[in-house]
């Protein structure tokens, strides 16, 4: 008996912070409870300060991980047993091994939180090893930096940091105030423990007082649009039979709405290929055209003789308030190529060996070539805007890069439908959220399912139309001008303070073991 006591008590941490880490899932869309990770992270905190070994530091980060990621994005699963042709046992082995992966990133941080503490500075620290190791989940194997701290705040007084941190920086911030609630439980002297606490309550009491310093101001233009929510199901999207149905529905959905400066389709709406779809794009160009107005829309473009493939969006109508012609032919230059695909999905890395493994490896439209990383901005109807496709709004850096003086809007289109009735959607419009926030630019997102809504430049969401519903949302967009501090420094000034304290933080401990030996 004593033994099985000796054992649950050896595992009441690993429990404690899975379950700590599962209940951050409601800080994110579509919950909200953005205190939350106040919590949970203070919690694994304090038991990182009691963790007898390196390993069982790192272990504790891991089981965090474990719960964070196991339902944060649970909805993964949806898409692997739906549509991954895989048994039960195979899609749930997947996804164990994926939230595995994910874990390895807290529990780094962890573990290097652990073999530099300096207990008097335990906040500065953590909030440090923290930031890196998150940094490592968005680039490493292409990078997959959902569920980042940071964007659990868009409710929060933390949020108007974005504009000059971006939510790298919010995250920092909300990392270094849950170990400042957990430093005062901690034996140090009092000014010690309730410095850091101090501090923390100061980011959000102050924070609403940063919105002199975003860098942006609203303009006097500005402009309507329609963004077309087809309400495809994917098991019918690429049937043949349904590509004549599925265009005259968006035909059919557009023609009420041609009033609008601008008209958005989702991700590859058009589910023919662009060579073979002239006929139906010449129409929709000249309609656009006739109507003074500009078409965007997502289609698949395919070239025969390199085998080659890209997920674009196009624009129809007009490039210019004063064309006289519809700009769109084949092969134009006002288009965007995605260039972070999805692994799996648009991308199977070692694909000679891993498409034979399994249906999942060799989905339909898999293989797809990558766009330049940095490319012009699409031009439709005068506005300028800066165009990511479904995935690549979760990677501020690409977007910064992207930003130019004449960029008045940001765009992103989405298929979300592999993900059915989940929070996957939910949390994904959360993300772009933050990105409106981070440029200080409005930001438009039409889906084939949902969700779509348009975004002031204040990261709050103006409309949103309802899932799993044929929609065409209508709003009137104000513009901006400026430039916010995050567009011009990314995340560069965050990156460098904390190299500067890993280093010395390093090297105060390797002076501390030359003395002990």
């Not at 308030?321 to 092969?331: M, V």
């Not at 003086?405 to 994904?428: E, M």
């Not at 460098?496 to 010395?504: D, E, H, N, P, V």
Request: glycine share 6%; hydrophobic share 50%.
């Amino acid at each position: 008996m004593r033994a099985v006591i000796t054992k649950l008590h050896q595992a009441l941490p690993h429990l404690l912070l899975i379950a700590a880490g599962g209940v951050t899932t409601l800080a994110f869309a579509p919950y909200t409870l953005w205190w939350l990770p106040l919590l949970s992270l203070a919690l694994l905190v304090f038991l990182l300060q009691r963790a007898p070994t390196a390993k069982q530091a790192a272990l504790r980060g891991f089981s965090f991980g474990l719960g964070w990621f196991g339902v944060g994005i649970s909805w993964v699963h949806v898409s692997i047993d739906q549509f991954g042709g895989l048994p039960l046992a195979g899609s749930l082995g997947l996804m164990a091994l994926l939230v595995s992966y994910l874990a390895l990133f807290p529990a780094l941080a962890s573990l290097l939180s652990y073999k530099l503490q300096r207990p008097a500075f335990t906040p500065l620290l953590f909030a440090a090893c923290w930031t890196v190791a998150e940094w490592l989940r968005s680039w490493l194997f292409t990078g997959f930096p959902w569920l980042s701290m940071g964007y659990s705040q868009t409710s929060s007084g933390l949020r108007d940091f974005a504009p000059l941190l971006g939510e790298t920086g919010i995250s920092f911030l909300l990392v270094f105030s849950a170990a400042a609630l957990a430093q005062l439980f901690t034996p140090q002297r009092v000014l010690s423990r309730y410095s850091y606490a101090f501090i923390a309550g100061l980011l959000f009491l102050f924070s609403p007082q940063l919105v002199k310093f975003n860098g942006w101001q609203y303009g006097e233009q500005q402009l309507s649009v329609a963004l077309v929510q087809g309400n495809i199901k994917q098991d019918l999207r690429w049937a043949p039979e349904q590509e004549w149905p599925t265009m005259l529905k968006y035909m059919d959905m557009t023609r009420p709405n041609f009033q609008a400066d601008l008209i958005i389709w989702p991700e590859a709406a058009i589910p023919r290929l662009e060579p073979v779809a002239q006929d139906f794009l010449d129409n929709l160009n000249r309609a656009a055209l006739y109507q003074n107005t500009a078409v965007i829309s997502g289609i698949l473009d395919y070239h025969s003789q390199t085998e080659q493939a890209w997920n674009n969006l196009i624009v129809l109508g007009k490039r210019y308030t004063d064309s006289t012609d519809g700009d769109y032919f084949y092969g134009h230059g006002n288009r965007y190529s995605k260039h972070h695909l999805l692994p799996i999905g648009e991308f199977v890395p070692l694909e000679s060996l891993l498409r034979k493994l399994a249906p999942i490896f060799d989905l339909p439209m898999s293989s797809f070539s990558r766009g330049s990383y940095v490319q012009p901005n699409l031009v439709a109807n005068s506005y300028h805007l800066l165009p990511a496709i479904c995935f690549e709004i979760a990677f501020p850096a690409q977007i910064a890069a992207n930003m130019t003086d004449a960029t008045q809007l940001l765009l992103t289109v989405s298929n979300d439908a592999w993900f059915g009735d989940s929070i996957g959607p939910h949390q994904h419009l959360q993300i772009a959220q933050m990105r409106a926030l981070e440029f200080g630019r409005p930001l438009l997102r039409a889906t084939n399912t949902g969700v779509t809504a348009t975004v002031d430049a204040s990261g709050n969401i103006s409309a949103k139309a309802a899932q799993f519903t044929e929609a065409v949302l209508q709003d009137n967009i104000r513009l901006t001008n400026g430039q916010t501090p995050y567009t011009r420094f990314g995340d560069w000034p965050l990156a460098i303070f904390c190299a500067l304290l890993l280093l010395l933080f390093t090297a105060l401990a390797l002076l501390r073991r030359r003395k002990n030996r």
